[in-house]
T-cell receptor, first 117, second 114 residues
Framework: GAVVSQHPSRVICKSGTSVKIECRSL??????MFWYRQFPKQSLMLMAT?????????EQGVEKDKFLINHASLTLSTLTVTSAHPEDSSFYIC?????????????FGPGTRLTVT | GNSVTQMEGPVTLSEEAFLTINCTYT??????LFWYVQYPGEGLQLLLK?????DKGSNKGFEATYRKETTSFHLEKGSVQVSDSAVYFC?????????????FGKGTRLSVIA
């Protein structure tokens, strides 16, 4: 089956620093990747849709200058949390849709837990 | 707009009990329907799916039937195990490929006790 990896799985950073999270589709090409944020015991909140070679589309209320998304290739999308603050601490999950997957399903990465101190 | 409503949790069951997690949806046309499972500290895994009315998705003893007349996709398992403890998300997609975001329900936490 399709596999999506994320790196790092956990990261702790100091307030004011930036953190980059990578999302890779390992055995398929993903023209579209999605970034979600999940608060404890809550559902996933879509942050942005990332299309290869073009600018990401952000959901309402998500600061595009704070959450920088780059999708430079068909297998890699990155999310950079700039000038992180404690309120950015969360579980970030990416997913990828395969154009050959059919039925609209997506494949999810294992998530990255970000803690900002 | 499109939306998914699933039963509030948490749900606590004894091992070998019967499980039902209700899910209903609102969408125009014929969406594809999914159940995803999230184990503690992990991302989401596709559990099962159905792409048209009366389809039954099944995997690992779990089943769900796409009911257009009741706009439902309830998840069932005849005999749960402790290892089934997780959060279950019902979701829909209007797209035929994976290039459109899924619409998720709020998730239902299941705890199975020995």
């Amino acid at each position: 089956g399709a596999v999506v990896s994320q790196h790092p799985s956990r990261v702790i950073c100091k307030s004011g620093t930036s953190v980059k999270i990578e999302c890779r589709s390992l055995d398929f090409q993903a023209t579209t990747m999605f970034w979600y944020r999940q608060f404890p015991k809550q559902s996933l909140m879509l942050m942005a849709t990332s299309n290869e070679g073009s600018k990401a589309t952000y959901e309402q209320g998500v600061e595009k200058d704070k959450f920088l998304i780059n999708h430079a290739s068909l297998t890699l999308s990155t999310l950079t949390v700039t000038s992180a603050h404690p309120e950015d601490s969360s579980f970030y999950i990416c997913s990828a849709g395969s154009t050959s997957g059919g039925a609209g399903e997506q494949y999810f990465g294992p998530g990255t837990r970000l803690t900002v101190t | 707009g499109n939306s998914v409503t699933q039963m509030e949790g948490p749900v606590t069951l004894s091992e070998e009990a019967f499980l039902t997690i209700n899910c209903t949806y609102t969408a125009t046309g014929y969406p594809s329907l999914f159940w995803y499972v999230q184990y503690p500290g992990e991302g989401l895994q596709l559990l099962l799916k159905a792409t048209k009315a009366d389809d039954k998705g099944s995997n690992k003893g779990f089943e769900a039937t796409y009911r257009k007349e009741t706009t439902s996709f309830h998840l069932e398992k005849g005999s749960v195990q402790v290892s089934d403890s997780a959060v279950y998300f019902c979701a829909l997609s209007r797209a035929s490929s994976g290039n459109t975001p899924l619409v998720f329900g709020k998730g239902t936490r299941l705890s199975v006790i020995a």
